[in-house]
């Protein structure tokens, strides 16, 4: 099956400071992917839809200045959270459009002290 | 907006006992069910989907247009199945899923 992969799997970093995300498909080609976080015990949430080469689309209430996304290949995005607070502590989860839902990467869980 | 129902969040079941997850979602055009499955530590795994009408690890789901609904279902649970179950449906003309809150399974044995 697609593999998906995201780095890093686990960070914990500052308040104030930025973290990137990557999502790499490591077998296929997308054009348009998704990130999504997840609270403890609750659901995805979608966050952002992105096509490789343009700007993303940005869900109501989630700021686009603060989770920045480069969707630079079709193999590749990122997901930047800029001067994150302990309330942007989650998991993300990104998901590279496929047949049959999608591919979805393993997550990253963030947590900012 | 799209929308999915899970009502129930978790589901304790016996070894050998039917499991039933229910799902609804909003009726839009012609849109596409899903139900994913997330073992403990792993990553969100497709589990059926509503086009391909297929049995997967003892698990089907039907849907019912007049209902909107897609609920999951398996006749004897098997401890292997505890995991959190999500429904999620997909619009026509897009990609974008949308995910119900999730069902925690917890078979006992």
Same mark, same amino acid.
């Given at each position: 099956g697609a593999v998906v992969s995201?780095?890093?799997?686990?960070? !914990?970093?500052?308040?104030?400071? =930025?973290?990137? !995300?990557?999502?790499r498909s490591l077998d296929f080609q997308a054009t348009t992917m998704f990130w999504y976080r997840q609270f403890p015990k609750q659901s995805l949430m979608l966050m952002a839809t992105s096509n490789e080469g343009s700007k993303a689309t940005y869900?109501?209430?989630?700021?686009k200045d603060k989770f920045l996304i480069n969707h630079a290949s079709l193999t590749l995005s990122t997901l930047t959270v800029t001067s994150a607070h302990p309330e942007d502590?989650?998991?993300y989860i990104c998901r &590279?459009?496929?047949?049959?839902?999608?591919?979805f990467g393993p997550g990253t869980r963030l947590t900012v002290t | *907006?799209?929308?999915?129902?899970?009502?129930?969040?978790?589901l304790s079941v016996f070894k050998g006992a039917p499991v039933?997850?229910?799902?609804? @979602? =909003?009726?839009?055009?012609s849109p596409e069910l899903f139900w994913y499955v997330q073992y403990s530590r792993q990553r969100l795994q497709l589990l059926l989907r509503h086009i391909s009408r297929e049995s997967i690890k003892?698990?089907?789901?039907?849907?019912?247009?007049?209902?909107?609904? &897609?609920?999951?279902?398996?006749?004897f649970a098997q401890e292997e199945d505890s995991?959190? @179950?999500?429904? *999620?449906?997909?619009?026509s003309g897009n990609n974008r899923l949308a995910f119900g809150k999730g069902n925690q399974v917890v078979v006992i044995p």
């Open positions: 995201q780095h890093p799997s686990w960070v !914990i970093c500052k308040s104030g400071t =930025s973290v990137k !995300i990557e999502c869900e109501q209430g989630v700021e502590s989650s998991f &590279f459009q496929g047949l049959a839902g999608g591919h | *907006a799209q929308r999915v129902t899970q009502p129930e969040k978790l039933e997850l229910k799902c609804n @979602y =909003s009726y839009s055009g003892g698990f089907t789901a039907d849907l019912n247009k007049g209902e909107t609904s &897609f609920h999951l279902k398996k006749p995991a959190m @179950y999500y429904c *999620a449906r997909q619009g």
